[in-house]
């Protein structure tokens, strides 16, 4: 959570002096309570009330309430979150004296003729068990009051009136320390409008919404619900951000920190709430059969889909999963993330780079995956253009290395990761994508070939290495303009584990040969997903963050495709998986080309070449805002 809803503490004192003071009128109310309680017994005989509050019993009893305060530490609570432990505390230390006393006399150590000592006591400890509460609530409020006039809270809504949101009320209100204050619930449920929550009142969203903000002048609203439909939460989100209201959510229950709310974990909303996707439901029972049991090797599994792939197949009970990549310090943060599941024998994580065929060998000869996830890629548009040699022998190289690899140890199924880059292409990096499609896709259907190919094709993935929303979530942060590379570009998006998530269902529903779509729904305007970045944060679009168009990137597109014009879809019994109809090109011819291909990019051909000879292979590669855009009206044969 931001630093700035967690102030410098104006009332602040040492600890010790805080444990003296209260040490010191706990003491006073030990003495208190015990001429308050003899002078309602008997009053009416002040004499003898002045003789028992200068007797032994009296001497003793502060004796027992002086060593009762220094065992339990009466002194030692912090005020700002004094509660329900610190009363049952205070119970025992004023019980604890008052038992020992009275055994005391029971037994006849302390006669004291002509008094009710028992009823003293009694009356003596309900008296001072009544000050000391009372004393700490008092502390607590002061406390509060001082800190809210030091502090100005910003006016806040609580989106849910359950038990959630209820306990988040009551974490903010004892916790003075946040800049918070509680103005209003929000709740879809109508038997609890017009009622009150912890003397709070809760309203409709969905009626008079604009007034109530405005009525309260709500500047944040924390989503304090389970369990809400992603349509819901975007619909909400969306009214919220449209009144330039700051919309904050809880933590999932199970990181709240020792199992309590800390402040602290207040997330801002991303821009994956706000695509009201419902949950990809899969085919469980297929997926398990699948995976259960196998040898699965990853590639690029320290990468943002490699290791979400990696962490929902460890769900599925693999025997065990080899990740591979080339990135050490993602693969030891992945290592340190997944220990437990390395020392159970379960995961390998190991350096390798995916276009050395020695070290792929081996790999595969020592641990024979049974699937194998190809995830491994250079995805970056622009530096890839600046490095077709670069691209070709990781996109394509690298894919055909492990897709022979799979075929001579007979691997069940090879997953191919793709991208919507790959139809049409107008990049380098989309045209090898095409290109390692091709050959995968063609080796399927070769003599003598066990290993089913499957390929997946899909967009851009909300927060992924190097992607526009972490690059617009930094700039915010840093107060930069957000940088946008034309008005009306457009990309598909999915959220990671979305994607992952189809994937695999697609790899459990392949035979081998398919390019597997995914429905991604409506392309996005990036200037849009801008703009709501910016609302997100609280700020205003234009006034608080400025955006600047940058013109396009080498190889941009204004937008992507998921099919070429010679592809049709075809639905599968998923709703959000379709089949493309795609003819394989003859085996041999695709291998001779892509031969030469690599040869190329390893013998230090020039990068018109390269590219010319991408173009021969892939047809339909326009380069777009390219310096390769001139051999589109080239004779290939020149």
Same mark, same amino acid.
């Given at each position: 959570?931001?630093?700035?809803?967690?102030?410098?503490?104006?009332?602040?004192?040492?600890?010790?002096?805080?444990?003296?003071?209260?040490?010191?009128?706990?003491?006073?109310?030990?003495?208190?309570?015990?001429?308050?309680?003899?002078?309602?017994?008997?009053?009416?005989?002040?004499?003898?009330?002045?003789?028992?509050?200068?007797?032994?019993?009296?001497?003793?009893?502060?004796? %027992?309430?002086?060593?009762?305060?220094?065992?339990?530490?009466?002194?030692?609570?912090?005020?700002?979150?004094?509660?329900?432990?610190?009363?049952?505390?205070?119970?025992?230390?004023?019980?604890?004296?008052?038992?020992?006393?009275?055994?005391?006399?029971?037994?006849?150590?302390?006669?004291?003729? @002509?008094?009710?000592?028992?009823?003293?006591?009694?009356?003596?400890?309900?008296?001072?068990?009544?000050?000391?509460?009372?004393?700490?609530?008092?502390?607590?409020?002061?406390?509060?009051?001082?800190?809210?006039?030091?502090?100005?809270?910003?006016?806040?809504?609580?989106?849910?009136?359950?038990?959630?949101?209820?306990?988040?009320?009551?974490?903010?209100?004892?916790?003075?320390?946040?800049?918070?204050?509680?103005?209003?619930?929000? +709740? +879809?449920?109508?038997?609890?409008?017009?009622?009150?929550?912890?003397? *709070?009142?809760?309203?409709?969203? /969905?009626?008079?919404?604009?007034?109530?903000?405005?009525?309260?002048?709500?500047?944040?609203?924390?989503?304090?619900?389970?369990?809400?439909?992603?349509?819901?939460?975007?619909?909400?989100?969306?009214?919220?951000?449209?009144?330039?209201?700051?919309?904050?959510?809880? &933590?999932?229950?199970?990181?709240?920190?020792?199992?309590?709310?800390?402040?602290?974990?207040?997330?801002?909303?991303?821009?994956?709430?706000?695509?009201?996707?419902?949950? *990809?439901?899969?085919?469980?029972?297929?997926?398990?059969?699948?995976? /259960?049991?196998?040898?699965?090797?990853?590639?690029?599994?320290?990468?943002?889909?490699?290791?979400?792939?990696?962490?929902?197949?460890?769900?599925?009970? &693999?025997?065990?999963?080899?990740?591979? +990549?080339?990135?050490?310090?993602?693969?030891?943060?992945?290592?340190?993330?997944?220990?437990?599941?390395?020392?159970?024998?379960?995961?390998?994580?190991?350096?390798?780079?995916?276009?050395?065929?020695?070290?792929?060998?081996?790999?595969?000869?020592?641990?024979?995956?049974?699937?194998?996830?190809?995830?491994?890629?250079?995805?970056?548009?622009?530096?890839?253009?600046?490095?077709?040699?670069?691209?070709?022998?990781?996109?394509?190289?690298?894919?055909?290395?492990?897709?022979?690899?799979?075929?001579?140890?007979?691997?069940?199924?090879?997953?191919?990761?793709?991208?919507?880059?790959?139809?049409?292409?107008?990049?380098?990096?989309?045209?090898?994508?095409?290109?390692?499609?091709?050959?995968?896709?063609?080796?399927?259907?070769?003599?003598?070939?066990?290993?089913?190919?499957?390929?997946?094709?899909?967009?851009?993935?909300?927060?992924?290495?190097?992607?526009?929303?972490?690059?617009?979530?930094?700039?915010?942060?840093?107060? %930069?303009?957000?940088?946008?590379?034309?008005?009306? *570009?457009?990309?598909?998006?999915?959220?990671?584990?979305?994607?992952?998530?189809?994937?695999?269902?697609?790899?459990?529903?392949?035979?081998?040969?398919?390019?597997?779509?995914?429905?991604?729904?409506? /392309?996005?305007?990036?200037?849009?997903?801008?703009?709501?970045?910016? /609302?997100?944060?609280?700020?205003?679009? @234009?006034?608080?963050?400025?955006?600047?168009?940058?013109?396009?990137?080498?190889?941009?597109?204004?937008?992507?495709?998921?099919?070429?014009?010679?592809?049709?879809?075809?639905?599968?019994?998923?709703?959000? *998986?379709?089949?493309?109809?795609?003819?394989?090109?003859?085996?041999?011819?695709?291998?001779?080309?892509?031969?030469?291909?690599?040869?190329?990019?390893?013998? @230090?051909?020039?990068?018109?070449?390269?590219?010319?000879?991408?173009?021969?292979?892939?047809?339909?590669?326009?380069?777009?805002?390219?310096?390769?855009?001139?051999?589109?009206?080239? +004779?290939?044969?020149?």
């Amino acid at each position: 959570m931001p630093s700035e809803y967690l102030p410098y503490n104006p009332v602040r004192m040492p600890r010790y002096v805080t444990r003296l003071v209260i040490f010191a009128f706990d003491m006073v109310f030990a003495l208190i309570s015990w001429a308050w309680a003899s002078y309602l017994l008997y009053g009416s005989d002040l004499e003898l009330v002045k003789r028992l509050l200068f007797s032994w019993p009296t001497l003793t009893l502060l004796t %027992l309430r002086f060593l009762s305060f220094l065992w339990f530490r009466s002194g030692n609570i912090i005020l700002r979150y004094v509660g329900e432990k610190d009363y049952i505390s205070a119970f025992f230390t004023v019980w604890s004296p008052s038992a020992i006393f009275f055994i005391i006399y029971a037994i006849g150590f302390m006669p004291v003729h @002509g008094v009710r000592v028992l009823a003293i006591v009694w009356a003596d400890f309900f008296i001072l068990l009544t000050l000391m509460v009372g004393f700490r609530i008092a502390l607590r409020l002061m406390y509060d009051w001082l800190k809210v006039r030091h502090n100005h809270r910003r006016a806040t809504a609580i989106f849910g009136a359950g038990e959630m949101g209820s306990m988040l009320e009551r974490v903010i209100r004892h916790n003075a320390s946040n800049k918070f204050r509680i103005a209003a619930f929000f +709740d +879809d449920n109508p038997k609890v409008h017009g009622k009150r929550l912890n003397g *709070i009142p809760i309203f409709n969203p /969905q009626k008079s919404f604009s007034k109530i903000i405005a009525k309260h002048g709500i500047e944040v609203v924390i989503l304090g619900i389970r369990d809400l439909p992603p349509d819901r939460r975007a619909s909400f989100i969306n009214q919220c951000l449209a009144h330039h209201i700051q919309v904050l959510k809880l &933590p999932p229950v199970e990181s709240w920190l020792h199992g309590e709310l800390n402040l602290r974990q207040l997330k801002t909303v991303n821009l994956e709430d706000l695509l009201g996707r419902a949950p *990809i439901l899969l085919d469980e029972a297929a997926l398990r059969a699948s995976i /259960q049991g196998k040898t699965v090797m990853v590639t690029g599994c320290a990468g943002s889909i490699g290791s979400e792939i990696l962490r929902q197949l460890l769900k599925q009970e &693999p025997a065990f999963v080899l990740g591979v +990549d080339q990135a050490e310090s993602p693969l030891a943060e992945i290592a340190l993330e997944l220990k437990s599941v390395i020392e159970q024998g379960r995961f390998r994580p190991v350096v390798g780079d995916v276009r050395d065929s020695d070290r792929m060998a081996r790999l595969f000869e020592e641990y024979r995956p049974e699937h194998v996830f190809h995830a491994a890629a250079y995805k970056h548009v622009p530096i890839m253009e600046d490095h077709p040699e670069e691209a070709i022998k990781s996109n394509v190289l690298g894919s055909r290395v492990l897709a022979d690899l799979a075929v001579q140890h007979r691997s069940e199924k090879f997953v191919m990761i793709s991208t919507d880059k790959a139809v049409n292409p107008s990049n380098v990096m989309g045209a090898t994508k095409r290109i390692a499609e091709m050959y995968v896709q063609a080796l399927n259907y070769a003599d003598g070939c066990a290993t089913q190919f499957i390929t997946t094709r899909f967009g851009n993935v909300l927060g992924s290495n190097g992607s526009v929303i972490p690059i617009f979530k930094e700039q915010i942060e840093k107060g %930069l303009p957000l940088t946008v590379t034309h008005p009306d *570009i457009k990309r598909f998006f999915m959220t990671i584990p979305e994607a992952c998530s189809l994937v695999l269902e697609a790899s459990a529903m392949g035979h081998g040969g398919e390019i597997f779509v995914f429905d991604m729904g409506e /392309q996005v305007r990036i200037l849009d997903l801008a703009h709501r970045m910016i /609302q997100i944060y609280g700020l205003t679009p @234009g006034k608080d963050v400025e955006i600047q168009f940058v013109g396009l990137r080498p190889g941009e597109k204004l937008y992507e495709e998921l099919l070429d014009h010679k592809e049709t879809l075809a639905e599968t019994y998923h709703p959000k *998986i379709y089949r493309a109809q795609v003819r394989p090109g003859d085996f041999h011819q695709i291998r001779s080309d892509i031969d030469l291909l690599i040869a190329g990019a390893q013998n @230090g051909w020039r990068p018109n070449d390269l590219v010319q000879t991408m173009k021969t292979l892939v047809p339909e590669f326009i380069s777009q805002n390219s310096v390769f855009s001139e051999l589109d009206n080239k +004779d290939p044969r020149a």
